[in-house]
């Protein structure tokens, strides 16, 4: 016998009040009340207990929501695409879905798609840094990947320190010295340069320790560019590659959709790099600037500027021989130029002194045999005046 069936009873059978009934068996007088008429409406069908369950559901998720949230989730890990409760949240109020954030958590919680992280360190406990407007500070590094013939190449990018948009990303058999300032100067046409460059001190960024612990290198093509433009180059101390962290987290969203989407050549990959730039900055909801996009943060506010220097006063000091031909090489820039000095000097060890962009050619005793404006576009340097 039910409970509902023994409450009815006591009062039909037994002929006990509503009052007594519910005295007698810890209940409400209305229960009591409720299913005495339920009785006399349906009979028997009264003792089984009733779902609690309301009529309709107003606030209940539509059914093509939730299909979208799971469909958007299995497209973006497809992808391989940050696809978190964070992104697919951003993507649905996008395409004009009415949903809260906790609302697809539990979505993707009672369908098994998310795996949990206790583990994980909170987002609140983290000290961020960010430059406040864009081009204030950019940052640059490269990293490797392998190709499905198992040949190894580099990615360099730069990377906005405000917005974190992605001003550049290319691929390469190897990263030097004028990948450097190559893709430098393209992202500075593009988007303007920035007031300081963040990188590591890898001898394409920089010199500083070239030589000793103490740093006995001359400043190379990237620095001299910097210098010349009046930008502040920072660099992360050694073996800290989190002082770089916003570019270092780049490369792990990067790798992850690069896994998805295999390559045989590095034309391939770069079509690839090029789709998810256009991705990362236009689309794709960032944490750190509030869900926007990093082309909506960039484009927000004036970018800060370098001050370029009247005299960057950037020396260098080069000992060498004149050739048959009269000419001295000279690497500036990260190019090779040769020096027109004259086949009369030919075979006369020399002292260059450079000062920015004028060079200065002088024998051992001090004597003046030529002097130069630098034109980085060009090869051969004449002499804008012999001694």
Not at 46 to 74: C, F, G, M
Not at 99 to 123: G, N
Not at 152 to 180: F, M, N, P, Q
Not at 296 to 318: H, M, Q
Request: proline share 6%; hydrophobic share 35%.
């Amino acid at each position: 016998m039910t409970k509902y069936e023994l409450l009815i009873k006591a009062v039909t059978v037994q002929g006990l009040s509503y009052g007594q009934v519910a005295a007698r068996y810890g209940v409400s007088k209305t229960l009591v009340h409720k299913l005495h008429h339920r009785w006399l409406e349906e009979g028997e069908a009264a003792y089984q207990p009733r779902s609690k369950r309301p009529a309709a559901s107003p606030t209940r998720v539509p059914a093509a929501t939730r299909d979208r949230v799971l469909a958007l989730r299995e497209e973006l890990v497809r992808f391989g695409l940050d696809a978190g409760c964070d992104t697919i949240h951003t993507h649905l109020l996008r395409e004009g879905h009415q949903v809260s954030r906790s609302t697809v958590w539990r979505i993707l919680k009672r369908a098994d798609r998310i795996t949990p992280q206790p583990q994980k360190r909170p987002k609140s406990s983290y000290l961020r840094f960010a430059a406040d407007r864009p081009n204030q500070m950019w940052q640059s590094d490269f990293t490797h990947w392998t190709l499905t013939a198992g040949v190894g190449v580099e990615i360099i990018g730069w990377l906005d320190d405000h917005s974190r948009y992605l001003l550049h990303l290319s691929a390469h058999r190897r990263v030097s010295g004028r990948t450097v300032t190559d893709t430098f100067t393209a992202a500075g046409a593009a988007h303007g340069y920035p007031a300081s460059t963040l990188t590591d001190n890898g001898m394409v960024y920089t010199t500083r320790y070239a030589g000793t612990s103490t740093g006995t290198g001359n400043p190379n093509a990237f620095e001299t560019l910097l210098a010349l433009y009046g930008i502040t180059q920072k660099n992360g101390l050694p073996y800290k590659p989190t002082t770089q962290g916003k570019i270092e987290r780049l490369w792990q969203t990067l790798k992850k959709h690069l896994a998805a989407h295999p390559t045989a050549t590095i034309e391939q990959l770069q079509q690839i790099l090029d789709a998810f730039r256009e991705y990362y900055n236009q689309h794709r909801p960032h944490r750190a600037i509030n869900r926007r996009t990093p082309a909506f943060a960039y484009e927000l506010i004036p970018k800060a500027a370098p001050t370029a220097p009247d005299d960057p006063d950037l020396w260098r000091v080069r000992y060498d021989r004149v050739d048959p031909g009269g000419k001295v090489s000279l690497r500036y820039a990260n190019r090779m130029l040769h020096l027109g000095i004259g086949r009369p000097h030919a075979g006369t060890d020399i002292i260059v002194l450079i000062h920015n962009t004028e060079a200065t050619v002088i024998d051992p005793d001090g004597t003046i045999l030529s002097e130069h404006e630098i034109d980085p576009e060009r090869t051969y340097q004449p002499a804008t005046k012999n001694g």
